[in-house]
């Protein structure tokens, strides 16, 4: 009996936290083109907005509100695309960057959030596959694209768990 009872708590607690969890029944990531600064970044982050969008759905999978529902809204707007080349990060004047003002509008309005998000190359050796040699990350490198893609998305992600 006393197993029976742990269990049930154990499934009741657990539920609880599936419902929790926010439905998302829209994102957008816009992202200004003049932002970014060089040609050879301009290439690289070319379906930036597509694929930051899909890396965020796909954390949130589990949250994505059927059409009948009223969801959370997330519109994200890249206002800066920054990649610096080897060189200037390499002597620390500048370094590669995605910042974008995300706004998470909940069926709550009170629970709204509004913030700006950085994410830097500071931020993205946890992302990288192991083994990978940072000194030979350039702005064509997919994997400095998808980890910084990556951690972007994680983080509006977290908002919603």
């Keep these: 009996m006393k197993h029976l009872i742990r269990s049930t ?10 419902v929790a969890e926010t439905q998302v029944s829209k994102i957008d990531v816009t992202a200004d ?10 290439g690289a982050w070319k379906n930036l907005e597509a694929d930051l969008e899909t890396a965020i759905a796909e954390r949130l999978v ?8 009223e969801g959370a809204e997330i519109e994200i707007d890249l206002d ?5 080349n080897n060189f200037e990060t390499s002597l620390g004047i500048g370094e590669w960057k995605l910042v974008g ?3 998470i509008d909940m069926p709550d309005a009170s629970k709204d959030e509004n913030y700006t998000l950085t994410v830097t190359t500071d931020q993205l050796g946890a992302l990288y596959p192991e083994g990978t040699n940072t000194d030979e990350l350039t702005v064509e490198s997919d ?5 910084i893609v990556a951690a972007f998305a994680d983080n509006i992600a977290s908002k919603l768990k």
Excluded: G, H, W
């Design 101 to 103: 003002d995300v706004d």
């Design 143 to 147: 994997v400095f694209y998808q980890a």
């Design 9 to 18: 708590a154990l499934i009741a607690a657990m539920s609880t936290a599936v």
């Design 33 to 42: 083109l003049s932002a970014i600064e060089t040609y050879e970044a301009a």
């Design 62 to 69: 589990s949250q994505i509100a059927p059409e009948d529902v």
């Design 80 to 84: 800066e695309v920054t990649l610096a």
